[in-house]
């Protein structure tokens, strides 16, 4: 039997709430120090809302690939995760352990954090836990979109549509957007 992916995404929405409890968290368990917790918030706030930046550039480039060599937009998902590792960037489940390492890079250049305590793979748990807490959400909200949808043919172009239709709707209500 073949494991299912971890589906987990980053939503704007929850950026403020995911970076006021990563900084919370590792001073309140004593493994940063800081000056200012507003502004390491922010400083976490950057490095989320620079993921979502680059994320929505891999997404253009992905789509311009298959525009270019003709291919179906079936094949995005394949052609964004190789466009994302020809860039040495994190998707699907490797965006958590890239945005772990970019946070613990963060926290070494941020003139607000006064000292780590912990080492990386400490730090790596700990931020792990609550990025997936966060952004494990999709999972959910695709699985109760697919429940909506089982009279229309997966993969067609009518799918795809409805797909985010009906998931920016159940987005909305859960209130993720």
């Not at 992905?62 to 994190?90: E, N, P, T």
């Not at 400490?122 to 792990?128: G, P």
């Not at 999972?139 to 795809?160: A, H, L, Q, S």
């Amino acid at each position: 039997m073949k494991l299912e992916e971890v589906k987990v995404r980053l939503y704007q929405g929850k950026i403020p709430i995911i970076s006021a409890e990563l900084v919370r968290t590792l001073i309140n368990e004593g493994d940063i120090e800081v000056t200012d917790q507003e502004e390491v918030e922010k400083d976490v706030e950057a490095v989320l809302k620079e993921y979502l930046r680059v994320e929505r550039l891999i997404d253009e480039e992905a789509k311009d690939r298959l525009s270019k060599m003709g291919m179906s937009y079936s094949d995005f998902s394949k052609v964004k995760k190789m466009v994302a590792k020809q860039k040495g960037f994190g998707i699907g489940e490797d965006a958590i352990s890239y945005l772990v390492s970019q946070i613990i890079e963060c926290f070494m250049h941020s003139a607000h954090v006064e000292e780590v305590f912990s080492d990386d793979p400490t730090l790596n748990v700990k931020m792990r836990s609550v990025l997936r807490k966060h952004m494990s959400v999709d999972e959910d909200v695709d699985r109760e979109v697919r429940e909506k949808m089982k009279n229309i043919v997966e993969g067609t172009r009518e799918w795809e549509i409805e797909y985010e239709k009906r998931k920016e709707e159940i987005k909305k209500k859960l209130k993720l957007t």
